[in-house]
């Protein structure tokens, strides 16, 4: 009996390592890799961006959460869907934060969406039709 017992043990300890170790088996890692990603919703990301970020990843185990994170150091990303049609592909919808007011504090000017949160200064020219907000004093 407690031979039959330690070998079931065994048995699913084996199991449970490979198929922990089978997304960095060559066969396995071929079958479940990233091969297409399509980004909707911005042509702002550079090709090298979105290759760099899923250079690690499978498909199998990628996850919306994992997208968000890395995404979120570009300030124009508020939110991304993850999609994943098939083996090998990644539908990205891409929700842009649009700029909502222009915020003039200690003669600087800031572009921010209606979050709150600080837009590319870039924008400025391009939204002068956009609410102004003047603040002045310390906070």
């Given amino acids: 009996m407690i031979k039959k017992l330690t070998l079931v043990v065994l048995w699913l300890s ?5 198929g922990y170790l089978a997304p960095t088996l060559p066969l396995v890692k071929d079958i479940i890799s ?17 290759k760099e970020i899923f250079k690690t990843q499978n498909w ?34 891409v929700e842009e934060r649009k700029p909502f007011a222009i915020v003039n504090h200690d003669n600087k000017h800031y572009v921010v969406d209606k979050d709150g949160e600080i837009l590319n200064e870039k ?17």
């Fill in 123 to 139: 924008l400025i020219d391009s939204h002068q039709n956009l609410l102004k907000v003047n603040l002045s004093g310390k906070f």
């Fill in 34 to 50: 990233i091969k297409t990603v399509n980004v909707k919703g911005t042509d702002k990301f550079k090709e090298e961006d979105i």
């Fill in 60 to 93: 199998f185990f990628l996850t919306e959460s994992y997208v968000n994170e890395k995404l979120k150091s570009y300030p124009f990303v508020k939110k991304v869907v993850v999609y994943k049609p098939q083996i090998g592909q990644v539908d990205l919808l």
């Fill in 14 to 18: 084996i199991c449970a390592v490979v």
